[in-house]
T-cell receptor, first 110, second 115 residues
Framework: ELKVEQNPLFLSMQEGKNYTIYCNYSTTSDRLYWYRQDPGKSLESLFVLLSNGAVKQEGRLMASLDTKARLSTLHITAAVHDLSATYFCAVDGSGSRLTFGEGTQLTVNP | DVKVTQSSRYLVKRTGEKVFLECVQDMDHENMFWYRQDPGLGLRLIYFSYDVKMKEKGDIPEGYSVSREKKERFSLILESASTNQTSMYLC????WGLGSGNTIYFGEGSWLTVV
């Protein structure tokens, strides 16, 4: 059974600081997804990582994938308040079925 | 833009009632999914469908059924609602293969309270 674990689950950080969210998964997969969810809203796709060593960047967010370590990271650079949200990673185990992590609730304080 | 529409955003139902949650997508996606989201548990897959009239159980199918009579529409049915089914339900859709960079698109969610 595929398990996906994120840490930390809660992250409070100051504006301007850097931090990394980690996503570990238990079985072989080379497809990993990052989503963002604002309170009361749906999930918005951020990144799709399709191979070992894949790195994608959008604004202050950068995601990477190490399939050998079964690890993805979401790095936040110089955080701003607008990045406050819950971030989910999800792994494609088989047949387009995504298994999600528990989510990381990020709060960026002024 | 892809649009996944869930017709009911907020529902309050009584224990034992039959509940229908409807979802429609406009991108001709083959795959459709129903997830439920609970605090601390992330999203859990209830059922999915990869074609009309086809369905597969997800991780937590007990107490639920689904119907897909048309490609664009996927319904989640709670035959006899119970309080432990109070949750947010998210419908999603995607093309058949995720390998070429496709992603899953989510609807806005349906908040169901069972009293």
């Amino acid at each position: 059974e595929l398990k996906v674990e994120q840490n930390p689950l809660f992250l409070s950080m100051q504006e301007g600081k850097n931090y990394t969210i980690y996503c570990n998964y238990s079985t072989t997969s080379d497809r990993l997804y990052w989503y963002r969810q604002d309170p009361g809203k749906s999930l918005e796709s951020l990144f799709v990582l399709l191979s070992n060593g894949a790195v994608k960047q959008e604004g202050r967010l950068m995601a990477s994938l190490d399939t050998k370590a079964r690890l993805s990271t979401l790095h936040i650079t110089a955080a701003v308040h607008d990045l406050s949200a819950t971030y989910f990673c999800a792994v494609d185990g088989s047949g387009s079925r995504l298994t999600f992590g528990e989510g990381t609730q990020l709060t960026v304080n002024p | 833009d892809v649009k996944v529409t869930q017709s009911s955003r907020y529902l309050v139902k009584r224990t034992g009632e039959k509940v229908f949650l409807e979802c429609v997508q406009d991108m001709d996606h083959e795959n459709m999914f129903w997830y439920r989201q609970d605090p601390g548990l992330g999203l859990r897959l209830i059922y999915f469908s990869y074609d009309v009239k086809m369905k597969e159980k997800g991780d937590i199918p007990e107490g639920y059924s689904v119907s897909r009579e048309k490609k664009e529409r996927f319904s989640l049915i709670l035959e006899s609602a119970s309080t432990n089914q109070t949750s947010m339900y998210l419908c999603a859709s995607s093309f058949w293969g995720l390998g070429s960079g496709n992603t899953i698109y989510f609807g806005e969610g349906s908040w169901l309270t069972v009293v």
